[in-house]
């Protein structure tokens, strides 16, 4: 049986970092101590609170594949915006809920969560809009691992914040009723964030964030009519475990993705 791990560090009243996974019993005790050491050395800054969260799934994880994986190359932020909004247009997610996500993403209130906006109305609909909901109880099998970070290699980025970015963006894209999710990383050096969806797969877009920049954030955007407390017991209670990679893409045009988005 596995064990989900989730570790967050704030200082006062703000989020500093936070990361969780599924382990198998035998390794709990190095990955906690590897994530009390990841919280103490963010970019972010120092947090004076760390808690770490350690607890057996009642449950077997639902086996899902990982997402394929993306990468356009936006030249700056302006362009990396224009995509952004050009491809939740494709997947339909109005002008409306584009501008919702934007204005949460670029606050300097950074939450610890996800906000939940609905994709036409653009109305934000998560339950607590301080904290957000957490993506939690989601995890890649160990013997994946080498594999996925030797794909990952090709790119100049951190193959721990894209390797885990993806595995969330999988569960998340699994999810009934998300039809996109846009994610924006609230670490001031970390200037690359990405689009998913279970129709496009994980794209990342670089030069979304200007560096030295301290906001983030996460939307998922959901359909009209769902109800909200499905999509939250979703994402944070049903564990989700992916057994199977998918393909890294080479790098390829904006315009040229936004035309193969099929409507
Ligand atoms: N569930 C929901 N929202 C979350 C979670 C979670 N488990 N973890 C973080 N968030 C929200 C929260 O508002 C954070 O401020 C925001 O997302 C960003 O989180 O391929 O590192 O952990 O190169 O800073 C993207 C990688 C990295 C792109 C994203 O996010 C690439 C990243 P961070
Ligand atoms: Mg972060």
Redesign the pocket.
């Given at each position: 049986m596995y064990w989900n791990i989730r570790m967050r560090a704030s200082e006062g009243e703000m989020?500093i970092?936070?990361?969780?996974g599924l382990y198998p019993g035998d390794e709990l005790q190095d990955t906690v101590a590897a994530y009390v050491q990841r919280a103490l050395h963010h970019d972010r800054g120092e947090p004076d609170r760390v808690v770490v969260t350690v607890e057996r799934l009642e449950e077997e994880p639902q086996l899902i594949e990982m997402q394929p994986?993306y990468t356009v190359n936006t030249r700056d932020y302006s362009e990396a915006w224009r995509f952004v909004e050009e491809g939740l247009n494709c997947l339909d997610v109005s002008g409306k809920a584009f501008n919702t996500a934007r204005s949460i993403i670029e606050s300097p209130d950074?939450?610890?969560?996800?906000a939940i906006v609905r994709a036409v109305s653009g109305v934000r609909a998560e339950p607590d809009r301080v904290r957000?909901?957490?993506?939690?109880r989601l995890g890649i099998m160990p013997a994946l691992l080498p594999a996925l970070y030797e794909s990952l290699n090709r790119?100049d980025?951190d193959r721990t914040?894209?390797s885990?970015?993806?595995v969330?963006a999988s569960k998340v894209a699994s999810s009934p009723h998300i039809v996109a999710e846009l994610?924006?990383?609230?670490?001031p050096f970390?200037t690359?964030?990405?689009l998913s969806s279970e129709n496009t797969g994980?794209v990342?877009v670089p030069h979304i964030k200007e560096k030295d920049m301290m906001n983030?954030?996460?939307v998922f955007f959901v359909t009209e009519e769902c109800a909200v407390g499905d999509v939250v017991r979703y994402?944070e209670e049903t564990p989700v475990m992916i057994t199977k990679l998918s393909d890294i893409h080479d790098i390829i045009n904006p315009d040229e993705f936004i035309c193969s988005i099929n409507r």
């Open positions: 989020h970092s936070g990361a969780e994986v950074v939450m610890r969560g996800a957000g909901v957490r993506a939690t790119f980025a914040v894209v885990e970015a993806v969330l994610c924006v990383s609230d670490d970390y690359t964030g990405y994980y990342r983030g954030g996460r994402l």
